[in-house]
């Protein structure tokens, strides 16, 4: 699976992106899709994730309320909905896939995309 992300960008903190993870064909249906994170001088952490059949979500305690993940079966591709963006929530973000379901305690994923950045100005 080959995976394009984009929609990162600058915004004021209170402000709302929209990242998207375009894959390269249709995801295996046992795949889940998702969002990690690394900023500068931290670890890559878990963001969201879903699953490619039954759209099961989970997110991050830090994102729960305010990022919504979704997924547009026609277009093989994942959204990322960031609302009430706040400044710590500025890093790169990756989209990834793997086989099962995707947590923050779940094996790293074995796809990547490149990173997208995303900055939250105070």
């Known amino acids: 699976v080959q995976l394009q992300a984009s929609g990162g960008g600058l915004v004021q903190a209170g402000g709302s992106l929209r990242l998207s993870c375009a894959a390269n064909?249709?995801?295996?249906?046992?795949?889940?899709i998702g969002w990690f994170r690394q900023a500068p001088g931290k670890e890559r952490e878990f963001v969201s994730a879903?699953?490619?059949?039954?759209?099961?979500?989970n997110y991050a305690d830090s994102v729960k309320g305010r990022f919504t993940i979704s997924r547009d079966s026609a277009k093989n591709t994942v959204y990322l909905q960031m609302n009430t963006l706040k400044p710590e929530d500025t890093a790169v973000y990756y989209c990834?896939?793997?086989?099962?379901?995707?947590?923050?305690?779940?094996?790293?994923?074995?796809?990547w995309g490149q990173g997208t950045q995303v900055t939250v100005s105070s």
């Open positions: 990834a896939a793997r086989a099962g379901v995707m947590t923050a305690t779940t094996a790293l994923p074995n796809y």
């Open positions: 879903i699953t490619w059949t039954d759209g099961y979500t």
């Open positions: 064909g249709r995801p295996r249906s046992s795949y889940s």
